[in-house]
């Protein structure tokens, strides 16, 4: 068998793809851990290995011949058991995640997390400001009623190579250290959110296939222009978030000009600015 070693600094992070394996099946190929450890206070993880080519390095051709596969496999994720789970937003291995309701899991992008420390006082200090983020979480809190209650899997990070593929079909989905509880349709709005990054995507219209292939599998959700326009101010935020922690400043920029941009536009009418250089 071929295995892959991958070494980090957050084992909850490898713990979280050994309990997502258990979910893996036809339509979610998710590799399974077969080892885990520690190593001078470094954390590993020994998977089997999965063939394919990065979600993010496919041409246009090859993504719109792997979209249906992927949204396929969102479904599927969408519809893993969370009997014996609770709680909302980022989940720990156990399966607890720490907020009682979906809305006050997306709110919390407001506040630091020790994976992020100290990015509130450094954007307070730039010539940015903290007025996007405020204006962003202003924003979520007016869509609040419109967001289901429901609590999914979420893998949080479809991007960064997440995901591989070959000849159409999605053959691994990989990291859930990023995973949470809450409403499916996140998924969908970080693959719209990030799409301006990729030149090469540009003939691709996510968002009128995501719709396409809602109404190819069932009754398009409720309040759906809402929750993905939600969604999408969210994601604006929490790139703000890292990036400032890791002073990149012109991603920083950009991002408070989407989700400004995003503010002042009506829920449906997607506003993307030029291209960004990449997810953080």
């Not at 307070?124 to 009623?145: K, N, Y």
């Not at 899997?153 to 479809?158: A, E, K, S, T, V």
């Not at 993307?272 to 990449?278: D, R, S, Y």
Request: with cysteine; hydrophobic share 45%; glycine share 10%.
């Amino acid at each position: 068998m071929e295995v892959v070693l991958r070494i980090g600094a957050h084992g909850t992070d490898f713990a979280k793809d050994e309990v997502a394996a258990r979910f893996a099946g036809p339509h979610l190929p998710v590799p399974p851990v077969l080892a885990r450890g520690v190593v001078d206070a470094w954390q590993y993880a020994i998977s089997a290995r999965a063939h394919g080519t990065g979600f993010d390095d496919l041409s246009a051709a090859d993504v719109a011949l792997t979209l249906p596969s992927l949204l396929t496999a969102l479904d599927a994720i969408g519809r893993i058991d969370l009997a014996g789970t609770a709680g909302y937003g980022i989940w720990t291995p156990d399966g607890r995640a720490p907020y009682d309701s979906w809305v006050d899991a997306l709110l919390a992008i407001g506040t630091e997390t020790a994976r992020v420390p100290g990015w509130r006082a450094t954007l307070a200090d730039s010539e940015i400001g903290l007025g996007p983020v405020e204006a962003g979480l202003s924003a979520l809190a007016t869509l609040g009623p419109y967001l289901p209650n429901e609590r999914r899997m979420i893998h949080g990070d479809l991007l960064s190579r997440n995901v591989l593929a070959a000849d159409g079909t999605v053959t691994a989905v990989l990291a859930w250290g990023n995973a949470l509880y809450g409403d499916h349709l996140y998924d969908a709005a970080r693959l719209i959110y990030w799409r301006p990054c990729y030149p090469q995507w540009r003939t691709i219209d996510i968002h009128a296939e995501l719709l396409a292939h809602g109404h190819a599998t069932g009754p398009p959700p409720t309040h759906l222009r809402e929750r993905l326009h939600a969604y999408l101010i969210h994601i604006g935020p929490d790139a703000i978030a890292y990036c400032t922690y890791q002073h990149r400043w012109n991603e920083v920029r950009h991002n408070a000009e989407t989700v400004i941009a995003l503010t002042n536009s009506a829920p449906g009418q997607i506003v993307l600015n030029p291209p960004m250089t990449g997810p953080p």
